[in-house]
Nanobody
Framework: VQLQASGGGLVQAGGSLRLSCAAS????????MGWFRQAPGKEREFVAA????????NYADSVKGRFTISRDNTKASMYLQMNSVKPEDTAVYHC????????????????????WGQGTLVTVSS
């Protein structure tokens, strides 16, 4: 299984950025997908998750209303639209996957996701 995140970069506070995650080596449509982030010196933090069919999403309170997670099963890809970004959003963003199961979209612990990508760095300047 390979998860390749891309789209990170430097953005000013209040701006927007769109992250992408390309998946391979798995039957994409049978996996719950998500995003975690890790800021320097901090633990990994749940950002968002989406069910296999894309009908249900889950967001951390810190990004709710600003970030939107989506997926395209025909392209084995997942996205994170980041709007109104803040300096505290600065982190390495990792795309993650876990086999879909009842309620798996509500998983927010790193250990609950079996597959991780390398991550893409997002830096928000003030």
């Amino acid at each position: 299984v390979q998860l390749q995140a891309s789209g990170g970069g430097l953005v000013q506070a209040g701006g927007s950025l769109r992250l992408s995650c390309a998946a391979s080596g798995l039957t994409f449509g049978t996996y719950t997908m998500g995003w975690f982030r890790q800021a320097p010196g901090k633990e990994r933090e749940f950002v968002a998750a989406i069910t296999w069919g894309g009908t249900t999403t889950n967001y951390a309170d810190s990004v709710k209303g600003r970030f939107t997670i989506s997926r395209d099963n025909t392209k084995a890809s997942m996205y994170l639209q980041m709007n109104s970004v803040k300096p505290e959003d600065t982190a390495v963003y990792h795309c993650v996957a876990s086999r879909a199961s009842f309620g798996s979209v509500w998983n927010i612990k790193p250990v609950e996701y079996g597959y991780w990508g390398q991550g893409t760095l997002v830096t928000v300047s003030s």
